[in-house]
Nanobody, 118 residues
């Protein structure tokens, strides 16, 4: 059974750092991503990476501050978040899709809440 489980969310002060982890059970995928949904807003793309660990891609709002990475041996995906600000407050979701090149993200985790506040 395929399951994605996020961890690492929490409360952090502005300017701080946090790392989210996503363990993937059941299979490997062609591409993994992180999305987020802030209160009252639509879910938005944050970052993505190929299943091989290459070709990272970021939204403009997090580029230079967030880093997505992949551990193939552990079948995990990480999102390192630096220089956090209050606008980064959201529930963060790990997602996966079979193809590295195209298609929808059809597998989702339950979400990890990140709150940036002083």
């Amino acid at each position: 059974q395929v399951q994605l489980v996020e961890s690492g969310g929490g409360l952090v002060q502005p300017g701080g750092s946090l790392e989210l982890s996503c363990v993937v059970f059941g299979r490997t995928f062609g591409r993994y991503a992180w999305f987020r949904q802030a209160p009252g807003k639509e879910r938005e793309f944050v970052a993505a990476i190929r299943g091989t660990g290459g070709n990272p891609d970021y939204s403009e709002s997090v580029k230079g501050r967030f880093t997505i990475s992949r551990d193939n041996a552990k079948n995990m995906v990480y999102l390192r978040m630096n220089s956090l600000n209050v606008e980064d407050t959201a529930v963060y979701y790990c997602a996966a899709r079979p193809s590295a090149m195209f298609g929808s993200y059809t597998y989702w985790g339950q979400g990890a809440r990140v709150t940036v506040s002083s």
